[in-house]
DNA sequence: TTGTAAGCGTTATCAC
DNA sequence: GTGATAACGCTTACAA
């Protein structure tokens, strides 16, 4: 078993424990007959180095905490797979831990995560406002939010985000260019700020191409398949109804695409579709769905070498960070 | 900052650290009222314990080390929500390494998980077969596979696993029951033991119900969807097609879908079709997939709690654990 | 009920 | 180059 410590191996190799402590970490300090003769001696004892012990010295875990509502969300997974890829590279270790956007659940996630010592945390897609990022503040460790509007980002906190209002406009843009002008937007979670973001998006599109906006075209989704279905069968019964339809996000879009099916209408020839996220799934369905990716794996590793730099650098000040804001990117497919 | 020590604590009390570590867990060997009296101060101290440290005297760590081949996989996203989901209820933590089912970095992660004192391990959809099993092994805690074959269980390796055989059995018995006959069976990658678990399950309920077993109806595909597309083209070629397929799984099942739609083939008009996994999309498709639920969240469930038993045994042997399988379940939607 | 002393497995700081 | 010794923050005997 792991029971054999550098003592062990001290004793064996007639040496003191500090000089196995040196030879193991290729210490240039040692010589280098008795350096081999401990190294080889650790493998043969199977000596396997205790994190614990040295980090407890050291005051370095090498761990950072990602807090996700839940990592059942193909959107999040994708950013964990991300993170975790990148703090591999980097010698790092993820301790993962779900909210399932409970408060209470978050704040005893991030708890646990500093009692567990992590160099930094990183917070996916956590809508849990202000409460929750004053006890963020408190763990004195560096603090990266994904997709997570905070106001201001205090000392120690910063945030990659997607540029919700870029991807849209290009969204809507692009629906402007290929012939449409009856646009409609199928809206998130009102509470969401990325919803404002991505309508203000829309706006700006309709603006600069001299569109007028015209808010029945407006109408509420909730971020799921559901809402989609529910939103289109209220645009199609409109005297007037879109030619397009731009959606909050891909779930919302895939509800479109069933309601849209239902009712006999043909996609793209009837209705365009375009999406935002770029899921996993968003290339499965049928058509294909036009939407804008969202970068989540460039998210995740953005957010970690942040988290890295953050922690590893001396005065963090210094390092006059900013917060990051990646461009969505869009990908036609066949629903338009 | 997270600077204050018990010792910090036991000055500003003025009792010993060892009376504070009593106190804060509560020990009914300490005055009540200087047990009070220790943790307002604690608390208005900001004292937040150290794991590492703790973790170093007692030999446990309470946290788990989670090995999966990529994150991003949705299934291996719903299995690691109810691992983690459990280890949460019951004080535990779960670190989290992908693989991207390469050899060297599936070791790499093991060791790093033994380095971190994990007092359990999770492996899910490992290919990684008998050179890795070996290092498995040697990490000294106790270990679940989930999906994974290992033939010989160890002493502390023990498997969750889904019922392949008796699933397929399922899905294919409920195609004969609503009165298909020539049913086709797509495969999934050849090297997975899962795959021939499926085909067995598949050829046992045409032999219960007397249909001749046709090596014809059985065609090759990956377990991806263009593997799907591929193979359902095939099968329309046939100068006697199938009037129902059977899917490895469910991202086959979407690959036949959208070749079935490019063929101008309805379904489940002229052709049935049903997965299995039930992955989260397999709803969202058009139409709505007949599948076979694996209980992902389930599994994850038991295997972490298999792995706390383990962990928390005097005697692990003395448990006498057996491989856990799970049933699957049918679900009829719309492809059939 | 509380304090003293020892120890968990490391690394860091000194001497030699 | 190497070895004592202390220290990290905690728990656990054992004493008082």
Redesign the interface.
């Known amino acids: 078993?792991?029971k054999v410590s550098i003592k062990d191996i001290a004793k064996a190799a007639g040496v003191s424990h500090p000089t196995v402590s040196r030879a193991l970490r290729d210490s240039p300090l040692v010589n280098m007959h008795t350096k081999t003769r401990i190294k080889d001696l650790a493998r043969e004892m199977?000596y396997?180095?205790?994190?614990?012990?040295r980090?407890?010295v050291t005051g370095r875990?090498y761990?950072v905490g990602?807090v996700v509502t839940?990592?059942?969300?193909?959107f999040v997974?994708?950013v964990?797979?991300g993170i975790?890829?990148t703090a591999?590279d980097n010698g790092y270790?993820?301790?993962?831990?779900?909210s399932?956007s409970e408060p209470e659940?978050e704040i005893a996630?991030v708890?646990?995560l500093?009692?567990?010592?992590v160099d930094g945390v990183i917070v996916t897609s956590s809508r849990i406002g202000a409460l929750y990022l004053e006890h963020l503040e408190?763990?004195?460790v560096p603090v990266v939010l994904i997709n997570n509007h905070n106001e201001q980002s205090g000392h120690y906190t910063y945030t990659v985000t997607v540029d919700n209002r870029h991807g849209s406009y290009l969204a809507t843009k692009y629906l402007i260019q290929i012939g449409h002008c009856r646009i409609a937007y199928i809206t998130g979670p009102a509470d969401h700020s990325s919803d404002a973001d991505r309508m203000a998006g829309y706006r700006q599109a309709l603006r600069k191409n001299s569109i007028p906006y015209d808010p029945t075209l407006v109408v509420p989704g909730d971020g799921r398949?559901t809402g989609g279905t529910r939103a289109l069968r209220t645009l199609i019964e409109m005297r007037q109804p879109p030619s397009a339809v731009f959606c909050y996000n891909d779930m919302t879009a895939?509800g479109v695409?069933?309601a849209a099916?239902e009712a006999n209408i043909s996609i793209p020839g009837d209705l365009a579709v375009v999406g935002f996220d770029d899921i996993?799934?968003a290339s499965?369905?049928?058509p294909p769905l036009t939407t804008i990716i969202q970068p989540k794996?460039e998210m995740g590793r953005l957010a970690m070498e942040m988290t890295l730099k953050l922690t590893e650098a001396e005065d963090p000040a210094k390092l006059s960070l900013t917060d990051i804001m990646v461009e969505g990117e869009l990908v036609v497919r066949e629903s338009t």
């Open positions: 078993m792991g199977g396997c180095p205790d994190a614990r012990a980090s407890l875990s761990t990602v839940t990592i059942a969300d193909p997974a994708e964990v797979q975790e890829s591999h270790t993820v301790i993962l831990s779900s399932n659940r996630a708890e646990m500093r009692v567990k010592r408190r763990i004195g398949p895939i695409l069933r099916q996993p799934f499965f369905v049928y794996q």
